[in-house]
């Protein structure tokens, strides 16, 4: 069997496969698939599953790789996402690693191939298939769902600067799931903003993620009482993490909607 990746790279299923994942979601994903033992390298961001990853080791960040260290792994397979690293780093290390892996879920029922690809490439398709049965069950909890207000919602990712999301986004894509769209602001993916009359005049409320930036209550209430508008801290690993985290993420959204 072979199978295809996010860039159109076929892929033979290997059980025998050495990964590197540079891709926090995925390294949880690919654990729970029982694929802990072949993991030979993880970033420092792989925190899922805690007690399993410790016993993996780091090989720098996302994007801040030490490629050395990578080389002595001797992995066989990189898994690598679009967004999350950087396209000469990947490019550096397959000058040595044979197979690289690469991912881009972009809506919330893009987590089904990507389980299928991680399953079928490392042989543990039956594990795979249970997940996606899991994630089918959830999702459609979330379809039964009466529908909502729709909203339009600012989702803060940073301050200092200011930053949020794009409409083509996974975020974005996961909020369009309870009817809350998030405003145009360009065509960067991940645009900084000001502050302004009209900016807010356009929002029915904002959203302040715990990750990547640590937004508190403390930061959600200090500026719902400076913008005159609703303000909730979301947890962003239930908003952002593609992979096993997206299952909790569904039911989080379902949560959400009910605020």
């Given at each position: 069997?072979e199978?295809t990746?996010?860039i ?16 926090p ?8 698939l029982?694929l ?24 720098g ?10 080389r002595k ?12 690293n ?36 490392f ?16 999702y ?40 809350w ?7 960067v993916?991940y ?10 005049a ?6 302040l ?5 640590r937004?508190?209550e403390a930061h ?10 609703p303000?909730?801290?979301?947890d962003?690993?239930?908003m ?20």
């Open positions: 069997m199978y990746d996010a159109g790279t076929t892929h033979r299923a290997d059980p025998n496969a050495r990964i590197v994942s540079l891709v979601s995925i390294t949880e994903l690919l654990c729970d029982g802990a033992g072949q993991l030979v390298g993880r970033t420092g961001f792989c925190i899922h599953p805690a007690a399993v990853v410790q016993a993996i080791p780091k090989v960040g996302t994007k801040d790789v030490n490629i050395d260290k990578i792994l001797a992995p066989t397979h990189l898994v690598v996402n679009i967004d999350e950087e396209k000469p780093t990947v490019e550096l290390l397959a000058e040595f690693i044979p197979n690289i892996v690469v991912t881009h879920p972009l809506r919330p029922r893009d987590n089904l191939e990507l389980a299928r690809l991680m399953g079928g490439v042989c543990r398709e039956q594990a795979a298939a249970d997940w996606c049965a899991a994630f089918e069950a959830e459609a909890l979330l379809r039964a769902m009466p529908p909502g207000r729709p909203q339009t919602m600012l989702y803060c990712i940073w301050q200092d600067p200011w930053m949020t999301i794009s409409p083509d986004t996974y975020i974005a894509r996961m909020l369009e799931e309870i009817g769209r998030v405003p145009d602001l360009g065509e993916r645009p900084r903003f000001e502050w302004s009359s009209e900016l807010i356009q929002v029915d409320g904002v959203l993620s715990s990750e990547p930036y937004f508190t959600a209430d200090a500026l719902e009482k400076q913008i005159g508008k303000v909730l801290l979301v962003g690993e239930m952002s993490w593609y992979g096993s985290r997206s299952l909790q993420g569904l039911k989080y959204l379902r949560e959400l909607a009910q605020r």
